[in-house]
């Protein structure tokens, strides 16, 4: 079993349609949860981190963690066209490890 | 201020040849980064720096790879001996502090091996 399942989609929406991207993940020693977004030929870049249960938000944008059943989710209010790009769950272990332990991506696409 | 750059953005190399990648980190960080992106995947973890030290290299997938950051900000990730499965795209990313911080991505290096 993966560390971390993501369904890598394609998904289509409309714009202005509310996205739901979802994680599973089975190691209990995640410590922090982090959704990335990577346009094409670009690098990661961090949209939401949060290390604990609960929702967190931040414009368009909010973070869900459930950590009794090992589930992540990012939630987009309002796509736009410019949100198209794949998406990114990671982890980061608690203790001295800091590396990123990512998901397969999620690749959206909003339709104008 | 300038992010993380790499250079080349893409290498072709023949197998069995030797690379090198590098990585310019943002000016102050003190940690760095490798990942290896295979298409349609997510990076995966290769190596960590913290300064000039290298605290983790567990994730290099042989001895044919190899990482340094010797002065403590640029460093240069090496693959010797090139092989097919060796093609993908190489992100560094730094981060402040030394520890769980935000990490900063560079563009990646897109290496293939023919």
């Known amino acids: 079993q993966k560390e971390v399942e993501q369904d890598p989609g394609p998904l289509s929406v409309p714009e202005g349609a509310i996205v739901s991207l979802n994680c599973t993940y089975s190691?209990?020693?995640?410590?922090?949860f982090m959704w990335y977004r990577q346009y094409s030929r670009k690098g990661p870049e961090l949209l939401m981190y949060?290390?604990?249960?609960g929702n967190k938000e931040d414009g368009r944008f909010t973070a869900q963690v459930d950590k009794s059943s090992k589930y992540i989710s990012l939630f987009i209010r309002d796509s736009q066209p410019s949100d198209s790009a794949t998406y990114l769950c990671a982890f980061v272990y608690s203790g001295s490890a800091r590396q990123l332990t990512f998901g397969s991506g999620t690749q959206l696409t909003v339709l104008p | 201020g300038a992010g993380v750059s790499q250079s080349p953005r893409y290498k072709v190399a023949k197998r069995g040849q030797d690379v090198a990648l590098r990585c310019d980190p943002i000016s102050g960080h003190v940690s760095l980064f490798w990942y290896q992106q295979a298409l349609g995947q997510g990076p995966e973890f290769l190596t960590y720096f913290q300064n000039e030290a290298q605290l983790d290299k567990s994730g290099l997938p042989s001895d044919r790879f190899f990482a340094e950051r010797p002065e403590g900000s640029v460093s240069t990730l090496k693959i010797q001996r090139t092989q097919q499965e060796d093609s993908a795209v190489y992100l560094c990313?730094?981060?402040?502090?030394?520890?769980?911080?935000?990490?900063?991505f560079g563009p990646g290096t897109r290496l293939t091996v023919l």
């Open positions: 990313a730094s981060s402040l502090g030394a520890g769980a911080d935000t990490q900063y």
């Open positions: 949060t290390y604990s249960s």
């Open positions: 190691n209990s020693a995640f410590q922090y």
